[in-house]
């Protein structure tokens, strides 16, 4: 709670209001490798503000709910995007059936996990046999910026990991990564210029689409060290399971009550007007401006 806390303060703090070039970039780039089914239903992880479900919904995706961890986020989330479907709750428990999701979303936020393995187990367990995951986090480059005192995170959190370290971690999943990407100077620059002047030039180049470190890398070798040494990753990745398992978004009848359970033993939910209440283990979870607070 104390973690939650923090992350409520910055929030509040206006830390993340500021859309960002890097934002932009990342979200544009984490919607277009989705490429499902507009009627999938897919859950982001970890949405923020909300810019990303607003994003989702503009390319058309019908059935999405997105969840975060602080109720000061999905607040300015419901701003963004009134009628979307927002959930308080912590990626590393989350308040959802086993299987009901044909895609899953991350953007920057595995690293700020107090346990990655256990979000990602979790991640697994409610996408559904085959379902694609896109995932993306900020580069391993961002712990150098740290050792020469470039760079100094204000999150309660801030791990950054190395591609085999992902690989390991999605394996641990059952996760197989089948795309990945790396991209991205700008943070280096926009760190640099604030000391050395000149970087500033080199800064407006950096975000054009041409540049040489937006273009997707051609060689293995080549993704590797952009992935330790640029701004972002992506990681495309499939579900394994077994060969012809339905995905969620094919079953028709599929509705919110098909999809929530209480995040600490499963069980189905009977909900009220103040409140949703566990049949199985009698928890209750409050429902605070119209939002249902899983914490």
């Not at 990745?237 to 012809?244: A, C, H």
């Not at 919110?256 to 033993?265: E, K, N, T």
């Amino acid at each position: 709670m104390e973690t939650n806390t923090e992350w409520a303060r910055l929030v509040a703090s206006g830390f993340f209001a500021d859309y960002s070039y890097e934002a932009r970039r990342r979200y544009q780039k984490s919607a277009n490798a989705i490429d499902c089914n507009r009627t999938a239903w897919i859950v982001e992880v970890g949405c923020g503000t909300g810019r990303y479900h607003k994003l989702l919904k503009e390319m058309g995706y019908t059935n999405l709910i997105s969840c975060d961890l602080t109720l000061e986020h999905i607040w300015r989330a419901k701003e963004v995007d009134p009628h979307g479907l927002f959930v308080v709750a912590s990626g590393e428990r989350m308040p959802f059936r086993d299987g009901v999701f044909d895609c899953l979303v991350s953007n920057a936020a595995i690293e700020h996990f107090a346990n990655p393995a256990k979000g990602v187990s979790e991640f697994s367990r409610v996408t559904a046999n085959d379902a694609k995951l896109v995932i993306t986090s900020d580069c391993y480059s961002w712990r150098v910026l740290q050792l020469f005192n470039l760079y100094r995170s204000k999150m309660p959190i801030d791990r950054t990991m190395a591609y085999s370290q992902f690989r390991r971690l999605f394996r641990s999943g059952n996760l197989e990564i089948v795309d990945a990407d790396a991209w991205g100077v700008t943070h280096y620059l926009r760190q640099l210029s604030r000391r050395f002047a000149p970087f500033s030039k080199l800064l407006d180049g950096a975000m054009r689409d041409d540049h040489w470190s937006n273009l997707k890398p051609q060689s293995r070798f080549g993704l590797m060290a952009r992935m330790f040494l640029l701004d972002e990753n992506l990681f495309v990745l499939r579900k394994l399971g077994s060969e012809g398992a339905p995905l969620a978004g094919v079953r028709p009848e599929i509705a919110m009550r098909d999809i929530l359970a209480c995040p600490i033993c499963r069980g189905a939910l009977a909900q009220s007007s103040h409140s949703v209440e566990c049949l199985r283990c009698q928890k209750s979870y409050p429902v605070v401006d119209g939002i249902l607070n899983f914490l």
